[in-house]
């Protein structure tokens, strides 16, 4: 970890109020929306601050879109600041909870929103490329970053 | 091909081989597989870091014929291994991995046993490529570099060349079939040309397939020769394949970059998540293999109203849905017609068969 936090002061949001959703037992299918995937992703502790992706608006609501029918699942976030070099972690924090949670058939893509990073769009090819994130993950101390991240999740 | 057989080309399974742990990313035909009755063998590579070696013996029909795990290549690679390639005599498998090591094995009585491990990239090594006269054996990596070893008796390897150019991660090196010429593709999105330059003794790249040759936008993942080497194919995460004349001998080059390799075609409309693997075929066929789990076949289309005089077109003849359940990482024909192997992210491996008839009778 770098002495220097790249942003010392985010802002910091308070935790949106829950909806308690009832278990649809009618469906046998184990079918998912975009608010089961948020839910599994929202508490992720951002990689350099004490709280959430959602805390600090990393992540809302409207940053998951689902098709279950083609079995894609897209994730937008937007890092707190435009040269955060924190994106590629954040961006494999959300691609490891969602491979542990949901069926691996899923294709899923993340990308930084628009607008939200200097280099948007080599960014966005990092995070995308299978077989880099495969690599990535074979790195010990990334994956014990990325785990960290991912604990305080599991309440 | 007349244009109603290829109508009727099928593709069925015929055997799933399972013993991966994790994805598998690459298939490999040993070149001797079949021939005078030979037995098939398949090496398969995964991220469970081990290589498994396949063997079929040839059956007077495919109903019984059987595969089995002859040999499991472990405790050598500590991380992925991520390409494998047999020396086109077939004696040598190399295997390319994520923990920078290259390893060299030999075929001894049956048990497969490592002779060599060559050592120099910064990183993941993603590639290995022998030359058509096995003398040359080429690797590659996200250290943006490639490097050419000359191969040497008593299994020994001499570094006699690291390139440097692409300016990102280089995902495949491929050599010609006929000529020492050597093919790199990249996450740059460009596809490099490599030659050995008469006077320097050294190898420089010759031509780059990119932005200004109608080349790839995004990351280029394979290339491959048609047989004759005048053609290559060439698939990316741009969801194209592009068809490249490769007759012109790259060495007699301008000199000015331009290179005589051009442009032909690109296939593009078939595919909408990136495309990992494209093999061409001895007898014409190109395949597919992408994000979308399915394997797509195409052949050159001699229908006059989509190809010009000087410029083919190719058409997609079938597509195989859920041709494994998560994305296919690697097809590759079989060096005698009709055979595929293909390789998953759901850790399979899948032998299949093309079935041709005019008169289609499918099951």
């Known amino acids: 970890m770098t002495p220097g936090l790249i942003n010392a002061n985010p802002v910091v949001h308070a935790k949106k109020e829950r909806l308690v959703r009832i278990d649809d037992s009618t469906n046998p299918n184990d079918a998912f929306d975009a608010l089961d995937i948020y839910d599994s992703v929202r508490d992720i502790r951002d990689p350099e601050h004490p709280y959430s992706l959602e805390q600090l608006s990393v992540l809302s609501e409207e940053s998951v879109t689902v098709d279950e029918k083609l079995g894609r699942i897209l994730i937008t976030f937007t890092p707190t600041v435009q040269h955060c070099s924190m994106a590629a972690v954040i961006g494999l924090c959300l691609r490891v909870k969602l491979m542990r949670s949901f069926p691996p058939h899923y294709k899923v893509d993340i990308n930084v929103s628009p607008g939200s990073h200097a280099f948007e769009d080599s960014v966005n090819k990092q995070l995308n490329d299978k077989e880099r994130v495969a690599a990535a993950l074979e790195n010990p101390n990334l994956l014990q970053l990325v785990d960290e991240c991912l604990e305080s999740n599991e309440l | 091909m007349r244009s109603e057989e290829i109508e009727a080309v099928q593709l069925s399974e015929v055997e799933v081989l399972e013993g991966h742990t994790d ?121 943006k570099s490639v490097w050419i070893w000359e191969v040497q008796p008593g299994n020994e390897f001499e570094c006699v060349s690291v390139l440097q150019g692409h300016t990102q991660d280089v995902k495949m090196v491929q050599w010609h079939p006929v000529h020492e010429i050597l093919i790199s593709a990249s996450y740059d999105n460009s596809i490099k040309v490599w030659v050995e330059d008469g006077d320097s003794d050294d190898w420089i790249c010759v031509q780059t397939l990119g932005d200004s040759s109608s080349g790839h936008t995004s990351t280029v993942w394979g290339v491959s020769f048609n047989s004759s080497g005048d053609r290559m194919v060439s698939c990316s995460d741009d969801l194209t394949l592009k068809v490249w004349d490769t007759s012109a001998n790259p060495a007699e080059s301008s000199g000015d970059g331009s ?10 409309g078939y595919h909408d998540r990136t495309i990992f693997s494209v093999h061409w075929s001895r007898d ?18 001699t229908d006059d109203s989509a190809a010009t005089v000087h410029l083919p077109s190719f058409k997609m003849i079938f597509k195989k849905d859920k041709a494994h359940a998560m994305d296919v990482n690697s097809v590759q024909w079989h060096p005698l017609p009709r055979l595929l192997a ?6 399979t491996i899948k032998i299949w068969e093309v079935a041709q008839n005019s008169l289609a009778n499918n099951d």
């Open chain 2, 259 to 268: 290179g005589p390799w051009k442009h032909l075609c690109t296939i593009s």
């Open chain 2, 23 to 143: 994805r598998v990313w690459g298939v490999a035909w040993n070149p001797v597989s079949g021939s005078g009755g030979a037995p098939s063998l398949l090496a398969s590579c995964s991220g469970d870091k081990t290589v498994r070696i396949w063997e079929n013996t040839p059956a007077p029909s495919t109903a019984s014929s059987s595969w089995v795990c002859k040999a499991v290549l472990e405790e050598t690679h500590t991380r992925t291994v991520r390409s494998c390639a047999w020396s086109p005599n077939g004696k040598l498998l190399a295997t390319a991995s994520f923990d920078a090591t290259t390893a060299i094995w030999e075929n001894v009585g049956g048990e497969f046993e490592c002779v060599a491990s060559l050592e120099g990239h910064e990183n993941e090594v993603k590639s290995v490529s022998w030359s058509a006269s096995g003398s040359l054996l080429a690797t590659c990596g996200r250290d």
């Open chain 2, 284 to 301: 014409g066929f190109i395949a597919s293999g992408a994000a979308d789990d399915c394997i797509r076949l195409f052949s050159e289309s």
């Open chain 2, 342 to 347: 293909s390789a998953g992210d759901d850790g």
